[in-house]
């Protein structure tokens, strides 16, 4: 199975703030990545696709990047409703992985 | 688009339970379909996948012999037979959709809000 790293696990930032969260896959998937965004008690949102290809009405203050095993997920300007958690996830190869998740919270 | 899980509750260890997912708005025939399940304060763990038409599924390791995925395409509805159920299989379960079963273009675009599944004596 391939294993997907996040990091950091949680991470502190200010509205305004930017902030990056990296993505580590345990063998190359190309750019069968994609980063999903997680409120309590909601379903997981696509954000984006093919590892920088953002999803239907998602701000362009996001963007992702990265291929092969490295990729990363970036938010600029940091707004309210940001302040979720974020999952990347392979879809390269079955069965499909999750990174296990980076939280960010409000400084 | 939608998707809306139902089926799910609190059951014994060892004993089984069938999850549904209805979709509107779409035609679900030409979707590949998927389950997740995120146990509680956990991260999110991909189940099973069956491909449009049924003929082809895949499963997560920890699944494999006890649950199974089906689809009803007349009806629009996808279903997870849960048996021989643990206590680790506690968790909420969520159907998504993607274009195709193997890299797809969009990987999991739309989702349910999921069915909460408690597996306890």
Redesign the interface.
Known sequence: DIQMTQSPSTLSASLGDSVTITCRASQSIGDWLAWYQQTPGEAPKLLIYMASTLARGVPSRLSGSGSGTDFSLTINSLQADDFATYYCQQYHSYPWTFGQGTKVEIK | EQLVESGGGVVQPGGSLRLSCAASGFTLRIYAM?W?RQAPGR????VA?TSYDGSNS????SVKGRFTISRDNSQNTLYLQLTSLRLEDTAVY?CAR?DTIF???????V????TAVTVSS
Do not use: I
């Open positions: 998927h997740v991260g999110l763990e991909w996948v895949y499963y997560a390791e969520y993607s890299r797809p273009d969009y990987s999991l675009d989702w349910g809000p999921g």
